[in-house]
């Protein structure tokens, strides 16, 4: 079960905030083109940690206000939101996968669709070397064949494809429920905007 808290004035280890800084840095750098499978699995991984990290960061810091501390030794709030992180992660590299390869199919007639899971299970676990809890790796995978078995390539990528990470941010993000209700519409609009950008990246860098 995820912990909830009210935040107060000792909220977020200075390393993780170093963490959400330079994922914010990094959105401006130059991009590479998406030339094959390896630069698509590199695209996937960087903007699905990007987004999860900078939406679960930013909303922390504006739960917390103006007048937040970096430095704090609650190790129960700081495994919340570790976990928070993971599985925000997870879902996002899930959708983005999804969005891509379904984009490809239907703009570009890509038809090797068995690279979804390729792409995704070698994703995650790269991610074991960096902390990702194995039981976090195991429920993506999971519910990431449940969700491919249901997938529809033709339609996915202007389907409301980012809508589970968004669910995901809402439903781990460490916040206490009476105040996250009334948080529910921004949070889920704050996803998906930043996705938005991210898909507009994503056919800039796919053009030829």
Do not use: C
Request: aromatic share 14%; charged share 30%.
């Amino acid at each position: 079960m995820t912990l909830k808290y009210k935040f107060n004035l000792k909220d977020i280890k200075l390393e993780d905030f170093k963490v959400y800084l330079l994922s914010l840095f990094k959105a401006i750098l130059p991009k590479k083109k998406i030339k094959n499978i390896d630069d698509l699995e590199s695209f996937i991984q960087k903007k699905s940690a990007w987004v999860s990290q900078v939406t679960l960061y930013s909303y922390l810091k504006t739960r917390m206000g103006t007048k937040y501390v970096l430095h704090f030794d609650n190790e129960e709030l700081m495994s919340s939101i570790n976990k928070a992180k993971w599985n925000i992660y997870s879902i996002s590299l899930q959708d983005l996968t999804f969005y891509t390869l379904s984009y490809l199919n239907v703009f570009f007639n890509y038809q090797e669709m068995n690279n979804a899971k390729k792409i995704y299970e070698k994703i995650l676990d790269d991610e074991i070397k960096n902390g990702m809890p194995g039981d976090v790796i195991d429920k993506g995978k999971t519910l990431f064949n449940e969700r491919l078995q249901k997938i529809d390539w033709k339609t996915y990528f202007k389907s409301w494809p980012f809508n589970e990470s968004a669910l995901a941010l809402y439903e781990w993000a460490p916040i206490a429920d009476e105040l996250k209700i009334l948080d529910r519409k921004i949070v889920l609009n704050s996803m998906i905007l930043k996705w938005e950008n991210i898909q507009k990246e994503f056919i800039k860098l796919i053009k030829i």
